[in-house]
């Protein structure tokens, strides 16, 4: 089942196309990530599927249907920090989330223990740390038990425990069955926690699929010889790579992880009247993976 089906997605800001022809559908069960520079379109992209924007143009469905407010009755949505009231403990403001969402008033001692806020449930909100404050945000979206949270950049201005701890909670609430989409600027943060993703490059989706597909860490094999013209020529008559360049005075040759054998590749060249003088395999960066990406 597809919990979301995006179809040929425009959004336009007046000139501005924040959205170009967006299409991907996201299955039931993942934890789904939007990714981007800042300004690809994904805050639009999220305002859209809830209901906040309307789209220029295309089409999209929730859990395999035409959007309705039903459906959108099983979505928690976390896209801004809520306001909450600074003097006001977590239990009161749950509260008041619960009556202004109308739903899940008989559910807030529940959520505040799945964020790990019970022992500090009755103090003032304005006592928070950031971290606390971002897990009352996910708490109130857990609000009635949804079966899918929606969240924009869930660690954006936290440390690096409170960006573990919110990396934890995502995971922990997929384990238990829920879909969980979220927009990221951060490669690593959906390399972490994600899934599943989509890569969006100025309103433009330039790829979706499995996280651990996308971002299979390629193996780099730089050899160097003599002469560069010798190498070239020996490079052609050789394969098992997936792509090879030039890097200056040298030639790098792209293997699938695990699969580039250095016996062989010395044993080729040198058969061909070659001797390496430069033979180093190297690990692609994931900063060079998403630049090329998204560039
Ligand atoms: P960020 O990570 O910075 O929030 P984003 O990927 O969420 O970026 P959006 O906020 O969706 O991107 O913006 C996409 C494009 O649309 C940008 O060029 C932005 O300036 C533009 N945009 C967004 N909202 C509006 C608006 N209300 N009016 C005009 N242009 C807008």
Redesign the pocket.
Known sequence: MSILEVKNLHKN??K?Q??KDVSFSVPKGTVFGIL????????????VITDILKASAGTYTLFDENPTAHHRSLMGTFLETPNFYHYLSAVKNLEIAAAIKQRGAGDIERVLEIVNLTQRKNSKFSTYSLGMKQRLAIASCLLGNPDVLIL??PTNGLDPVGIAEIRELIKKLQQEGKTIIM?S?MLDEVEKVCTHMAI?KK?ELIVTGRVDEILSHEEIVEIGAESLSQLQQAVTLFNGYNSQKSAGKRILLYYPVGEANLAQINQHFFTQGVVLTHLLVKKKSLESKFFELTN
């Open positions: 800001y007046g501005i924040a959205l981007g520079p800042n300004g690809s379109g994904k805050t639009t992209l999220l305002g924009d950049e927009a600027h969006l309103g």
